[in-house]
């Protein structure tokens, strides 16, 4: 599931942008992808696993030293850190997501940058499937209940978010995480804002005739 061990990569969260996460792979091919396994970052997040690999980052299950709380560590590619437009959406995501506080919005927690200068977010861990994993598996239909449920679920998130002036601008299936409540129902967490727009601010990284978002 993009960040997470399901859809996707089979359940635990943590998206990758608009890039498609792939699974770590067979055992015997783990150790040369698993490159951070295993190492230490900030002092605080040990990084257990790799969770997926995508064209703009990779994404790992990790625990905090002190406390053992498992969270979800995405970096973002050495390559592409270069690059100064993806750098600033990857810290506008850190800063966006961050800023919101709601149990439909994923949690970011902390933004850094590793010893060797990858900059990384670190986010709740969830797990689950994202929206359009979900749809695949009920042949694109769901229980209209269920599925007014989930919409309202977004929306409630999405409220949150323009209250504080930000516009997501890519909202699609992928970027809908369904997780569970304690009591097993659904809970919707909204994903990567990092092509979200603040009202009012005249910079939104995009140019004229630029496409902004996923084209469908």
Known sequence: CRHARGGTTGGLWPALGNSTMSP???????????TRAGSVIADKYRLLRQLGKGGMGEVYEAEHTFIGRRLAVKFLLPALAEDQQ?????????QT???????????VTDFGYADDGAPYIVMELLEGEDLRSLLRRSGDKLPIKRAVDLV????????????????????KPENLFITKHSDRSDL???????IAKLRGHGTTQSQTGAVIGTVL
């Open 24 to 34: 770590p792979g067979p055992e015997g091919s783990r150790a040369s992808r698993d």
């Open 86 to 94: 993806m750098m600033t959406r990857f810290q506008r995501e850190a």
């Open 97 to 107: 997501a961050g800023a919101l506080q709601n149990e439909h919005i994923v949690a």
């Open 152 to 171: 309202i679920q977004a929306a409630a998130g999405l409220h949150v978010a323009h209250a504080r002036g930000i516009v997501h601008r890519d909202l």
């Open 188 to 194: 919707v967490k909204i994903l990567d804002f990092g």
